[in-house]
């Protein structure tokens, strides 16, 4: 699928709706985050902190919990909001967790426009890495 056959104001829109349940009271920075799933349907998330800072659940988080509770599949298009509703480009982490949810082939909205996954995080580790080089014996 290629950036522009892609609803990107809707993703954007329910990344804005999200940050509505964003619990960052530590930060206040809010995230929103939305996205496509294969089937269609869209899934967002919110942060949620915690006051043991490093415990907190980034936005895609709660996102990627959203799309296994509702269904599973595989993220087609990533759009993430800070709270004024700007691109923000996912956290190192949440890149590792958006790459095994969508793979290279994933889109997403960034301050520099759409970008793929395998420009987002190159050279990833992955899925494909576990099933070719196997358990060390
Ligand atoms: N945050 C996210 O939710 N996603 C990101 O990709 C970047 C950072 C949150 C974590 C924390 O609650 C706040 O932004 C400030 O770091």
Not at 81 to 100: A, H, I, K, T
């Given at each position: 699928?290629?950036?522009?056959?892609i609803d990107w104001d809707?993703?954007?829109d329910a990344?804005?709706?999200?940050?509505?349940?964003?619990?960052s009271p530590y930060s206040k920075f809010p995230v929103g985050?939305?996205?496509?799933?294969?089937?269609?349907?869209?899934?967002?998330g919110a942060n949620v902190e915690n006051a043991s800072y490093g415990l907190?659940?980034?936005a895609e988080c709660s996102?990627?919990?959203?799309?296994?509770?509702?269904?599973?599949?595989?993220?087609?298009?990533v759009s993430c909001?800070?709270?004024?509703?700007?691109?923000?480009?996912?956290?190192?982490?949440?890149?590792?967790?958006?790459?095994?949810h969508g793979g290279p082939q994933l889109l997403l909205m960034t301050p520099e426009g759409v970008l793929p996954m395998a420009e987002v995080l190159p050279q990833a580790?992955?899925?494909?890495?576990?099933?070719?080089r196997g358990p060390a014996e």
């Open positions: 699928m290629s950036g522009d056959q809707l993703l954007r990344a804005i709706v999200a940050l509505g349940n964003s619990y985050v939305a996205g496509f799933a294969d089937d269609g349907r869209v899934v967002s907190t659940l980034c996102m990627v919990s959203q799309l296994w509770a509702t269904g599973g599949g595989r993220l087609t298009a909001v800070d709270g004024n509703g700007e691109s923000l480009m996912p956290c190192g982490r949440c890149r590792q967790l958006l790459y095994e580790f992955g899925p494909a890495d576990l099933e070719t």
